[in-house]
Nanobody, 123 residues
Framework: VQLQAFGGGLVQAGGFLRLSCAAS????????MAWFRQATGKEREPVAG????????YYADSVKGRFTISRDNAENTVYLQMDSLKPEDTAVYYC?????????????????WGQGTEVTVSS
């Protein structure tokens, strides 16, 4: 699976962005999908995940109630709607796909990665 993430940008605190991750190549619809982020000088951390049919969603505590993950298997795309953005959300955001049948917060459990899209939230 090849993944391409886009939709990042510069936004003021309290604003919103919608990230998209388009998949191509191998079957997308059977993969667990996730978004991770990595701020400068910090380790990559999980943000949100979604199972193959969208019935189960997972969020880091830091983004619960503000971010929403979704997927459209017909379009081979996963989305991350980010509302009420905070300066601490500033990071490069990566989408990832796992062949495993369950969500994992460990980056090492993901087989495919997008190139990352940068999100900057100004105060």
């Amino acid at each position: 699976v090849q993944l391409q993430a886009f939709g990042g940008g510069l936004v003021q605190a309290g604003g919103f962005l919608r990230l998209s991750c388009a998949a191509s190549g191998r079957t997308f619809s059977d993969k667990v999908m996730a978004w991770f982020r990595q701020a400068t000088g910090k380790e990559r951390e999980p943000v949100a995940g979604i199972n193959w049919n969208g019935a189960r969603k997972y969020y880091a505590d830091s983004v619960k109630g503000r971010f929403t993950i979704s997927r459209d298997n017909a379009e081979n795309t996963v989305y991350l709607q980010m509302d009420s953005l905070k300066p601490e959300d500033t990071a490069v955001y990566y989408c990832a796909a796992s062949r495993a049948g369950w969500y994992s917060t460990a980056a090492g459990n993901y087989d495919f990665w997008g190139q990352g899209t940068e999100v900057t939230v100004s105060s």
